[in-house]
């Protein structure tokens, strides 16, 4: 099992960015998926981004706007997201699945963080 662990969360204003970062407690492969989520107080849990060996998923809500990057050296995946708006602000989780196809279902993976929470408001 992999330990992972969210930081980068906090207050922003409309249009502003945050970076979350996503530390595993072990190196992990290729084979290994991490994914991005979230979710809302009253909503369901939504796949935000993935990153794998050979694939990447945005979900439409936030393309163009973040971008997804993995550094195999330091364990940690990263979430860069720039113009953020109100409707973006929700608990977000980092998870891990074993393979190397990405999802947006979160009933795939193996691994959670226990999120961060992330505000967008003026």
């Known amino acids: 099992q992999v330990e992972l662990v969210e930081s980068g969360g906090g207050l922003v204003q409309p249009g502003g960015s945050l970076r979350l970062s996503c530390a595993a407690s072990?190196?992990?492969?290729?084979?290994?998926?991490i994914g991005w989520f979230r979710q809302a107080p009253g909503k369901a849990r939504e796949g935000v981004s993935c990153?794998?060996?050979?694939?990447?998923y945005y979900a439409d809500s936030v393309k163009g706007r973040f971008a997804i990057s993995r550094d195999y050296a330091r364990h940690t995946a990263y979430l860069q997201m720039n113009s953020l708006k109100p409707e973006d602000t929700a608990v977000y989780y980092c998870a891990g699945k074993r393979g190397i196809s990405c999802t947006d279902h979160f009933w795939s993976y193996d691994d959670w963080g226990p999120g961060t929470q992330v505000t967008v408001s003026s």
């Open positions: 990153i794998s060996n050979d694939s990447y």
């Open positions: 072990r190196f992990t492969s290729v084979h290994y998926a």
